[in-house]
T-cell receptor, first 110, second 113 residues
Framework: GEDVEQSLFLSVREGDSSVINCTYT??????LYWYKQEPGAGLQLLTY?????DMKQDQRLTVLLNKKDKHLSLRIADTQTGDSAIYFC??????????FGTGTRLQVFP | KAGVTQTPRYLIKTRGQQVTLSCSPI?????VSWYQQTPGQGLQFLFE???????NKGNFPGRFSGRQFSNSRSEMNVSTLELGDSALYLC????????????FGEGSWLTVV
């Protein structure tokens, strides 16, 4: 069945890089997304990657995809306190039905 | 360009009542999908609509229903509310072609008492 797993917590110092990991079981996941959720808010789309790509960079964000291991990661360079939030990875095959991970709570300390 | 708009933002209902939530997608987007977020179950897919047709459905009881109008606006309804229906209900929209960017609204917080 479809399953997406993430570690629950990550704590980093301001200015360091953060790496949030995600593994998924559904090999038909064609599109993989990263969303950010701040307290009391909806989901903010950060970036997404097609399964035929290995890497995608967008300003401070770098997404790496290892399709063989079904492993996805999000690297945030120069992490700031405003990056503190819950980060969700999600996969979709050929529809808009997203299968979400449990979310990783990122805490940035000064 | 306005984002995905959900109304109401907050509401409190009593067990046994019904509720209707509304979602206006981004202009030009034809696909609307709904998700339920709870602390225990996380984010779960409810259903997806495209051009007024349900294209996909999650594993929820028949008390949960939805529809989409010709202007792409969507509503979801939950009948005979239960305490466990208390959740954040999120609406997402996309242009509708496969693999498009999917944007979410701020959600509707439903509390059932």
């Amino acid at each position: 069945g479809e399953d997406v797993e993430q570690s629950l917590f990550l704590s980093v110092r301001e200015g360091d890089s953060s790496v949030i990991n995600c593994t998924y079981t559904d090999s038909s996941s064609t599109y993989l997304y990263w969303y950010k959720q701040e307290p009391g808010a909806g989901l903010q789309l950060l970036t997404y990657i097609f399964s035929n790509m290995d890497m995608k960079q967008d300003q401070r964000l770098t997404v790496l995809l290892n399709k063989k291991d079904k492993h996805l990661s999000l690297r945030i360079a120069d992490t700031q306190t405003g990056d503190s939030a819950i980060y969700f990875c999600a996969g979709a095959s050929n529809t808009d039905k997203l299968i979400f991970g449990t979310g990783t709570r990122l805490q940035v300390f000064p | 360009k306005a984002g995905v708009t959900q109304t109401p933002r907050y509401l409190i209902k009593t067990r046994g009542q019904q509720v209707t939530l509304s979602c206006s997608p981004i202009s030009g987007h034809r696909s609307v999908s709904w998700y339920q977020q709870t602390p225990g179950q996380g984010l779960q897919f409810l259903f997806e609509y495209f051009s007024e047709t349900q294209r996909n459905k999650g594993n929820f009881p028949g008390r949960f229903s939805g529809r989409q109008f010709s202007n792409s606006r969507s509503e979801m309804n939950v009948s005979t509310l239960e305490l466990g229906d208390s959740a954040l209900y999120l609406c997402a929209s996309s242009p509708g072609a496969r693999g498009n960017t999917i944007y979410f609204g701020e959600g509707s917080w439903l509390t059932v008492v």
